[in-house]
Nanobody, 126 residues
Framework: VQLQAFGGGLVQAGGSLRLSCAAS????????MAWFRQAPGKEREFVAV????????FHADSVKGRFTISRDNAENTVYLQMNSLKPEDTAVYYC????????????????????WGQGTQVTVSS
């Protein structure tokens, strides 16, 4: 599956952005989808994951209550709604496709994902 992420930009602290990730192929609902991010000088980290049907999701503690992952299988798109943004949210955000609809217990590991989007930059100014 091929992924294309977009929607990043420059926003002030406290603002909101919605990232989108469009997927190719006819089996989008067969893949759990996740967002990761990588800040300058840091390793890529897990942000959120949603299962193939959109009924189950998990968010990292650092974004819980502020970010929400969702998906529209009719549009082959996964979203990341980001509210109450902080300067420490500044990073390149990547979407990733899991090989199965259920994301399992190691959803936070990059090695679980088979396809990655190109990344979209999010910059939060203080």
């Amino acid at each position: 599956v091929q992924l294309q992420a977009f929607g990043g930009g420059l926003v002030q602290a406290g603002g909101s952005l919605r990232l989108s990730c469009a997927a190719s192929g006819r089996t989008f609902a067969s893949n759990a989808m996740a967002w990761f991010r990588q800040a300058p000088g840091k390793e890529r980290e897990f942000v959120a994951v949603v299962n193939g049907g959109g009924s189950s999701s998990f968010h990292a503690d650092s974004v819980k209550g502020r970010f929400t992952i969702s998906r529209d299988n009719a549009e082959n798109t996964v979203y990341l709604q980001m509210n109450s943004l902080k300067p420490e949210d500044t990073a390149v955000y990547y979407c990733a496709a899991h090989p199965r609809a259920s994301y399992g217990t190691t959803y936070y590991s990059e090695r679980d994902y088979l396809s990655w989007g190109q990344g979209t930059q999010v910059t939060v100014s203080s």
